[in-house]
């Protein structure tokens, strides 16, 4: 199945409980971490979920 590379661009600092659940589970625990994950629709949620403190890259 395809992948994304998802990036970390903000601090979790001051986020809610479940968007910092989110990027944990995502694997992100630093700033500019890149984690590769599947491209399911589950993880799209959880990517559209927490928009604003990652970046997809190509």
Do not use: F, Y
Not at 1 to 9: H, R
Not at 28 to 34: C, N, T, W
Not at 40 to 55: A, C, D, E, F, N
Request: no cysteine; aromatic share 0%.
């Amino acid at each position: 199945m395809a992948t994304i590379k998802v990036k970390q661009i903000k601090s979790r600092i001051n986020a809610p409980k479940d968007q910092k659940s989110t990027l944990l589970a995502l694997g992100l625990r630093k700033i500019s971490q890149v984690v590769e994950v599947e491209d399911t629709p589950s993880i799209r949620g959880m990517i559209r979920k927490v928009h604003h403190l990652v970046s997809v890259i190509d």
